[in-house]
């Protein structure tokens, strides 16, 4: 696609139940990357992908979040047993070869709402 | 770990000069960059230091110095339009991007 697309754009769920984010990045973008940005807060860092591996998983907040991603393309960001403060936007940019461009796309986000 | 710190906000008049301070602490640093993000919309880039000195884009310019561990990003003659939160990020050796918590630069006319 002509830019990284992120699905749905905006979600509402109840506390408690489980929640998929999904990342179409820019075909053939090696590098892909999640964050989470709370209202008028930074881009707080949750996990990378090189390929279909995740070599830093260290800003996952808890257990209840996990990622994966699949053919060198599609990514899901799933989130367990939702928590109020579990809302945020939730950003994914990948980046082509970051080695030679270091140039990262990013979506539009989810809007994810816990009530 | 990464840390980076950036000034929360800066106010200036449209026409003027802003100049947006980054001090980082990473291992395996291996450039820094710049994105902007206008509310409600997704982070752009700007632009992007791996080697010292001064990279000028248009009204923008970006500075490093590695051995000083800081960075800076210039905007010139100063738009309205230029009104957004602006942040710096560091990319590790094995290309994990960290941010800053961003700097909202407020235009007035």
């Known amino acids: 696609g002509a830019g990284v697309s992120q699905s749905p754009s905006n979600k509402v769920t109840e506390k408690g139940k489980d929640v998929e984010l999904r990342c179409d990045p820019i075909s053939g973008h090696t590098a892909l990357y999640w964050y989470r940005q709370r209202l008028g807060q930074g881009l707080e860092f949750l996990i990378y992908f090189q390929g279909n591996s995740a070599p830093d998983k260290s800003g996952l907040p808890s257990d209840r979040f996990s990622a994966e991603r699949t053919g060198e393309s599609v990514s899901t960001l799933t989130i367990q047993r939702t928590q109020q403060e579990d809302s945020a936007v939730y950003l994914c940019a990948s980046s082509f070869k970051p080695q030679l461009n270091t140039e990262a796309f990013f979506g539009q986000g989810t809007r994810l709402t816990v009530v | 770990g990464q840390s980076l710190e950036q000034p929360s906000e800066v106010t200036a008049v449209e026409g003027a000069i802003v100049q947006i301070n980054c001090t980082y602490q990473?291992?395996?640093?291996?450039?820094l960059s710049w994105y902007q993000q206008h509310d409600g919309g997704a982070p752009t880039f700007l632009s992007y230091?791996?080697?010292?000195g001064l990279e000028e884009t248009g009204r923008f310019s970006s500075f490093l110095s590695r051995s000083d561990s800081y960075g800076y990003l210039l905007l010139q003659e100063l738009q309205m339009k230029d009104s957004a939160s602006y942040f710096c990020?560091?990319?590790?050796?094995?290309?994990?991007?960290?941010f800053g918590a961003g700097t909202t630069v407020t235009v007035r006319a």
């Open positions: 990473t291992s395996g640093f291996y450039g």
């Open positions: 990020a560091v990319q590790r050796w094995d290309y994990k991007l960290s």
């Open positions: 230091n791996a080697l010292d």
